[in-house]
């Protein structure tokens, strides 16, 4: 019964049912933000801004971290990978084709 009712004469306070509730919460791992990765990809391979935005996304990945946010840090985390990847691929491409350019260049 709530506190502010009045309980019927013939019932005891004694007598009431108590419960307690615990919340536990599962402990998750934290999200990855890919920040390292963003950086290099951002120093050493910035095909089409793409490691810039990566490195954006890796920030506000880590800000929502920060915050407690853990879809939104996983959402930017994921975002921040796959232009990581994206630019990964693209620069292996181009990488590949200058040699195959520059050998048939020489030979």
Known sequence: L???EM???SMNRDELSR?????????RPPPRDHLV???CTTLY???FCLGLLATVFSIKSRDRKVLHDHSGALSYGSTAKC????ALVINIFLIITTI????????
Do not use: C, F, H, R
């Open 83 to 86: 232009l990581n990847i994206t």
């Open 37 to 39: 990765w963003s950086l």
């Open 100 to 107: 195959i350019v520059l050998l048939v260049i020489i030979g």
């Open 7 to 9: 309980l019927p004469p």
């Open 45 to 47: 391979g910035n095909v």
């Open 19 to 27: 419960s307690t509730t615990v919340l536990i919460e599962e402990e």
């Open 2 to 4: 709530p506190p502010y």
